[in-house]
């Protein structure tokens, strides 16, 4: 199966772009395809908001029900060879990575400096996610900032040989190697919204103008946003805009005076970056890592290393045999310690923030509005710190009572569709899984429900269908929870050392149809036909699920209950 976005007309009359999902055919960059299909608006659900996703991108309807296709192949446009000729020149590109790196290294590098996911395993993925580093596998402005700085030692020492080049030739050699690149790499937002920074500091320089990163960032981002609105939702756009305001206005601001070492002074501006991007993190991500300052610390220098000599073998064309080798094996050494350092990292309990909670959304708003208002009073250097170190003292403090109070609450979430479906119940920090499907998607459930929760200790996880395949996705989505017990059905084949999450499964009878959980001072009991007993202080209630993606929440000081939806 393959994703296609098309560009052209409805009917041969409505201009349009359509994201279309369907059996892999034939075709390249500015083929022509004629079809007929059903049209509909995007949906989102519980595990990705595919409907905002697009409309930033630009585009507003999916096609479904695909017949009537026809191809025809387009050879004589210009711009189209030239990007295929691109685009082939970045497969070769990768295909040098894989022959001379390690399997998780080249995926490492080919997600770093391509953005082609691909390769890159789950566990690995969901390390550099968990770790705080996941914005690191996404091209950034951080990577067109690393290609100018290797087009700039290529140039300087152009001028040793007494070849210096005119500015305005200068400028145009980095415009087209920028372009050049973001072809290759299908301009992505945070990259486009670099590309035009870069492009307005060089005009002012070859004006003989000083650039300012805070008026380049505003221009930029007022007209990426006329051209594209719904930009202002897209994450990517969000964080490309705080990051860059971080590291280059608000980090020099507070530090510069400073009488530190620069490598202090440089740590400094990576947690400063970090807060700033905080803010987006809770307000969009599941979870959000505490350790995020740290892991940039520590794998920011790695990643930095990796793309120059990714960049470099880039743009030599792989053409000296023993210098692609060389950078290629620095790289490698790189890649496998950043990917350690974030299995290490992933796996330490409580280094994880939930996102699930409103009133942190609120809350980081008002702090944010509270920073904003002290620089306006006082114009200080030293109430802006203090501004900041409190606020984020007040979201700590916040969030530890949040949790606090959330673990006297008895959840049961309903998670999946018609096809899957699996419950989690949770209460003070005894989490329990009921599998009732045997498709693979229910493990995608329960990881993001747990992240959202800020859950890390699963007590058990109960299959009621013989899921092979869905042993497997339990291994890699929950590799980083501790699981106390598994139960499958009997009859289940098992190797003699088979083991899930660690654990070696129990074998269970499931047509008893019922499962009783008991919790301190109550009990519940989970029927295989998605109905649930309560029995707390010698009365009972009975609740029957009629929706997915839902939480019953119960609050047993109180004694009443509430639905509340779980959908993005």
Request: proline share 2%.
């Amino acid at each position: 199966m393959s994703s296609y976005i098309l560009d052209g007309l409805i009917d041969g009359k409505v201009k349009a772009k359509i994201s279309l999902y369907m059996e892999s055919v034939d075709c390249q960059y500015g083929d022509n395809i004629y079809l007929e299909c059903t049209a509909e608006d995007f949906t989102s659900d519980y595990l990705f908001d595919s409907k905002s996703y697009y409309n930033s991108k630009g585009v507003y309807i999916q096609g479904d029900d695909v017949h009537s296709l026809e191809i025809f192949h387009v050879d004589d446009d210009v711009v189209c060879n030239v990007i295929r000729s691109l685009q082939n020149y970045r497969e070769r590109i990768l295909g040098t990575f894989k022959l001379n790196m390690s399997k998780s290294g080249a995926s490492l590098m080919s997600a770093m400096l391509f953005g082609d996911k691909s390769d890159l395993s789950k566990t690995d993925k969901s390390s550099l996610i968990r770790s705080g580093i996941g914005s690191l596998i996404a091209v950034s402005g951080l990577h067109l900032a690393i290609l100018t700085s290797v087009l700039k030692f290529f140039l300087e020492y152009f001028e040793k040989k007494d070849l210096a080049l005119p500015k305005s030739i200068k400028f145009i050699v980095y415009e087209l190697f920028m372009l050049m690149f973001l072809t290759v790499v299908d301009f992505p937002i945070s990259a486009v919204r670099t590309f035009i920074m870069l492009s307005i500091s060089n005009m002012a320089m070859l004006l003989y103008r000083k650039p300012d990163t805070l008026n380049t960032l505003c221009i930029t981002s007022m007209a990426m946003l006329c051209l594209q609105p719904y930009l202002i939702g897209n994450v990517s756009f969000l964080l490309s805009v705080v990051g860059v305001y971080g590291i280059g206005v608000l980090s020099p601001y507070l530090t510069q005076d400073l009488n530190l070492p620069n490598f202090v002074k440089s740590i400094l501006s990576t947690m400063i970056t970090t807060l700033c991007v905080m803010p987006v993190c809770l307000i969009f991500f599941d979870e959000v890592s505490i350790a995020m300052p740290l892991t940039n610390i520590v794998c920011l220098p790695l990643c930095e290393i990796s793309l120059v000599c990714g960049f470099i073998v880039f743009i030599t064309g792989k053409k000296v045999l023993i210098l692609t080798k060389a950078l290629l094996y620095l790289a490698d050494i790189c890649c496998k310690l950043m990917i350690s350092i974030c299995n290490v990292i992933s796996k330490i309990p409580f280094s994880n923030l939930p996102t699930d909670y409103n009133v942190l959304m609120y809350l980081v708003i008002i702090c944010v509005l509270i920073c904003i208002v002290c620089y306006g009073i006082y114009k200080s250097k030293k109430y802006v710190a203090i501004s900041i170190v409190s606020c984020v003292v007040i979201l700590g403090m916040t969030i530890i009572g949040v949790e606090k109070y959330q673990d006297s609450i008895l959840k049961v979430a309903m998670l999946g569709n018609s096809k899957y479906q699996v419950m989690v119940i949770s209460y003070d920090g005894d989490v329990n899984v009921i599998d009732f499907s045997k498709n693979y998607k229910t493990s995608t459930y329960v990881q993001t429900y747990c992240k959202r929760q800020g859950i890390d200790n699963i007590n058990s996880i109960t299959m009621l269908k013989k899921a092979y395949q869905s042993m497997t996705m339990y291994n890699v989505q929950l590799k980083d929870y501790k699981v106390s017990t598994v139960n499958v059905p009997q009859g289940t084949y098992l190797r003699s050392d088979y083991s899930i999450l660690g654990v070696v499964p129990n074998l269970i009878n499931v047509d008893n149809s019922k499962y009783a959980y008991t919790y301190r001072d109550f009990n519940i009991t989970v029927y295989d036909n998605e109905t649930f007993d309560i029995v707390h202080n010698g009365e009972t209630k009975t609740f029957i699920v009629d929706d997915f993606n839902v939480v019953y929440l119960y609050y047993l000081n109180d004694g009443f209950f509430e639905v509340r939806s779980l959908e993005s």
